[in-house]
């Protein structure tokens, strides 16, 4: 299993980037999705998650700024970050589990800065 995402950068407050991640080697249209971040020092958070019914949830400090939607046909997920923050600068990463083993993307840095 392999998950490659893509897109982070640098954006000023309020502005807004779409993060992506390709999947290879699951099925993806029974995978469920997420999306994580962690700053230095902290733990790993769980910002949003999408199943396979294309359900979706979100932490209370995204909703409303944050989407996470899924490509089937491309087994691709990506996350559309709007209204961003300084407090959202940190790395994300894109996970699955699969057969009982949990597979991380390799992170890409988002950094909200003036």
């Known amino acids: 299993v392999q998950l490659q995402a893509s897109g982070g950068g640098l954006v000023q407050p309020g502005g807004s980037l779409r993060l992506s991640c390709a999947a290879s080697g699951v099925n993806f249209r029974i995978a469920t999705m997420y999306w994580y971040r962690q700053a230095p020092g902290k733990q790993r958070e769980l910002v949003t998650t999408t199943t396979t019914s294309e359900t979706t949830s979100h932490i209370d400090s995204v909703k409303g700024r944050f989407t996470i939607s899924r490509d089937n046909a491309r087994n691709t997920v990506r996350l559309q970050m709007n209204s961003l923050r300084p407090e959202d600068t940190t790395i994300y990463y894109c996970?699955?589990?699969?057969?009982?083993?949990?597979?991380w993307g390799q992170g890409t840095q988002v950094t909200v800065s003036s």
């Open positions: 996970s699955t589990q699969w057969w009982g083993y949990d597979y």
